[in-house]
């Protein structure tokens, strides 16, 4: 993913999973260890709120009123369409990937670099969509979380406050978990308590640093 330094004596690792399957508090409690994680949630929303192009490309796209009058993104209405029950082959959201993803992965590759020139050894990089994006090949490691469906929609309904129809149907806009378990170097079950998630974590990074 990186190729502009000279010798390779880092790792870059994704980290990935489904709605509700806890991808975010895994990579919190990584950053708690001390290493460098890099969230493309947050740089997405970075883009859409700062870069004059792609947000002239949303309203061009999805109409003025995606964006608030203050200028920023009202990610609730863009959410509503995007995910639109009757929009046929997911256009929509294919349509706004296409749009924010190019620039979200240049914005995650300056950071990369940043983390590398200080001399990082790991950096992980949190995104629900590494293999949709098709960039699990610019990884060292993948680490997919998953949890059970029922676990996974209960979780995703207290924090989002969606019905189960809708966390169905969203998860179903992404590669089947099976899919990316089957391409990930390492996967993590994430059905019990934080503790046993930190637990896992520790296990699969004491094999990375063995590597």
Request: charged letters at 30%; aromatic letters at 8%.
């Amino acid at each position: 993913m990186v190729d502009n330094l000279d010798e390779k004596d880092f790792l870059i690792i994704g980290i990935t999973g489904g709605i509700g399957s806890g991808k975010t508090s895994a990579a919190k409690y990584i950053e708690s260890l001390g290493y460098p994680v890099i969230y493309t949630d947050m740089l997405a929303k970075k883009v859409m709120n700062s870069d004059e192009n792609v947000i002239n490309e949303i309203k061009r796209a999805f109409g003025n009123d995606v964006y608030l009058d203050s200028g920023e993104l009202n990610s609730a209405k863009l959410s509503n369409i995007v995910f639109d029950i009757n929009a046929q082959n997911n256009e929509k959201l294919t349509k706004l990937n296409r749009i924010v993803h190019p620039p979200t992965i240049d914005l995650m590759m300056k950071e990369i670099e940043v983390f590398l020139e200080e001399g990082s050894e790991l950096v992980f990089v949190e995104s629900a969509l590494i293999y949709e994006a098709g960039l699990e090949d610019g990884f060292d490691y993948v680490i997919v979380i998953d949890a059970d469906e029922e676990v996974r929609i209960e979780r995703t309904s207290e924090r989002l406050k969606l019905s189960s129809e809708e966390i169905r149907r969203r998860n179903s806009q992404q590669i089947s978990t099976t899919m990316k378990k089957n391409m990930a170097d390492f996967v993590i079950e994430n059905n019990g308590d934080v503790e046993q998630l930190y637990k896992n974590i520790d296990f699969v990074l004491s094999i990375i640093k063995m590597a």
